[in-house]
């Protein structure tokens, strides 16, 4: 990227990459679309905070208090919105709505990464000619330094591929800009510029880094496919995997990775990346957190227990379970004192509409559509949960179909499954890195309580 001279401040150095004439919006970099949105979004909070700093938005009980915060309204996130019934909304914009606006890979039907981190960062649809031009300047800055290929090559293959990727991350904040900005005192409205480079760099490589993890962890000594510069980034994830020849895929990862992308800023891997940053950490301190965060068996592992369940159900009625026989499983689970995974949501109360892409994915692919597990359970469970009568949301979450859809297509590693995941969340959590640095959001620090304090504070009342 060319800049103006030095003396002109860095952020508005990214409006002026070629002074001799002005950037039609269909053409504008996302670098030069952002440097216009942010004193826009800037001038937002500026008035919040000038005129409703004192508004109230809700109360605090007892019982947030010692039930996980779950509800309340303590966190700004601008990628995306999640209501309990609509589901998750982009920039205002619903799954199927992405659909049909966001640019798919060249040749392919699904939305792709770059086209979703595009939206997320500026609020807007990139054209095609913009998509496909972060696709190469992503697969341009996609291959790794030799330190950390050697990190990751020293790491014995039983280490699991989670702590693997947060390490690796970690190490890549020896190339940091943001970081090394800071050593020299860079002024803090250029903050988000430093943080936005780290944040597209530490994007460009999470396909290197995951496969690289992949090939070593599980077939170790076969060569990794090159990074192909015409190629969007999860096209060329999947040829890194080792499954090039499997459209299918492709295309599966392509939809997966998009749709799990963002989900509002209050689950663990967002908050955590957005906490962490709050300090200054740079990006690739924040995202390995993060990624540790994700590995939780109550964040990120969910679809690899939808999985084995599924795997067990069809080892005991068949590959080609009935109606009947599904039902009849279903309530033996239920009845033996444990939960059917992949069903309901700790805030959605209406089907979750990245299950429902999903299943429209398997509809329109013949490898997928006449499979009677994958069609049948999600037809059967909710009836059966509604019947047993204790689950507040009985309809299926995302994770009762993505995890199966990977299997089919032939990743069998159910470790892996959450590289996948992490490769996927780092599109919101890192753009609302560089928001919070736009919108210089300070330190998080809530007030916490002793149990004796809660009790005297309560008593009071």
Not at 143 to 152: D, F, S
Not at 204 to 228: E, F, M, Q, V
Not at 370 to 384: F, H, M, N, R, Y
Not at 403 to 430: D, N, P, W
């Amino acid at each position: 990227m060319s800049f103006l001279a030095s003396s002109v401040p860095r952020s508005a150095r990214y409006l002026s990459r070629t002074p001799t004439f002005v950037r039609n919006a269909s053409t504008k970099s996302l670098r030069e679309t952002l440097a216009e949105i942010v004193p826009q979004k800037q001038a937002q909070l500026k008035e919040l905070k000038a005129k409703h700093a004192e508004a109230s938005l809700g109360e605090v009980k007892v019982e947030n208090l010692i039930g996980g915060m779950r509800g309340l309204k303590v966190m700004l996130w601008e990628g995306s919105v999640l209501d309990p019934n609509e589901g998750i909304r982009f920039h205002g914009h619903s799954i199927p709505d992405c659909q049909k606006v966001l640019p798919p890979a060249k040749g392919g039907k699904e939305i792709i990464a770059e086209s979703m981190l595009w939206l997320l960062l500026t609020g807007k649809v990139p054209t095609e000619e913009q998509t496909r031009e972060l696709s190469k300047e992503l697969a341009a800055n996609g291959n790794l330094p030799q330190y950390v290929e050697k990190l990751i090559d020293s790491f014995p293959r039983t280490l699991h591929p989670m702590t693997q990727l947060g390490m690796a991350v970690a190490a890549l904040n020896h190339e940091s800009k943001f970081a090394a900005a800071y050593e020299k005192g860079v002024k803090k409205t250029e903050y988000w510029t430093y943080t936005l480079e780290d944040s597209l760099s530490l994007i460009a490589k999470l396909p290197a880094l995951a496969s690289r993890i992949y090939r070593n962890t599980y077939y170790p000594g076969k060569d990794i496919a090159p990074i192909n510069a015409d190629q969007d980034l999860v096209g060329n994830y999947v040829d890194m995997l080792g499954y090039s020849d499997n459209e299918g895929m492709k295309e599966y990862l392509r939809l997966y990775i998009a749709l799990h992308g963002d989900h509002e800023g209050g689950n663990v891997s967002a908050h955590t990346a957005h906490l962490v940053g709050s300090a200054l950490s740079d990006p690739f301190l924040s995202y390995s957190a993060s990624l540790f965060g994700l590995a939780g068996p109550l964040h990120g592992l969910a679809n690899q227990e939808v999985l084995r369940w599924m795997l067990a159900m069809q080892e005991a009625i068949g590959p080609d379970g009935t109606h009947d026989q599904i039902k009849e499983y279903l309530w033996k689970t239920l009845k033996s004192g444990q939960v059917i995974p992949g069903y309901g949501h700790g805030v959605l109360r209406d089907p979750d509409p990245r299950f429902t892409a999903l299943q429209n994915f398997c509809d329109v692919r013949p490898e997928l559509k006449d499979s009677p597990i994958i069609q049948l359970t999600s037809e059967v469970a909710p009836g059966v949960l509604r019947e047993h009568g204790k689950t507040k949301n009985p309809n299926p979450n995302v994770d009762a179909t993505s995890g199966c859809l990977l299997y089919h297509y032939g990743l069998t590693e159910f470790k892996y499954y959450t590289v996948i995941f992490g490769v996927s969340r780092a599109l919101g959590a890192l753009t609302q890195l560089v928001w919070d640095r736009a919108l210089g959001l300070p330190i998080e620090r809530p007030k916490s309580l002793s149990m004796d304090a809660l009790e005297k504070i309560v008593n009071k009342s």
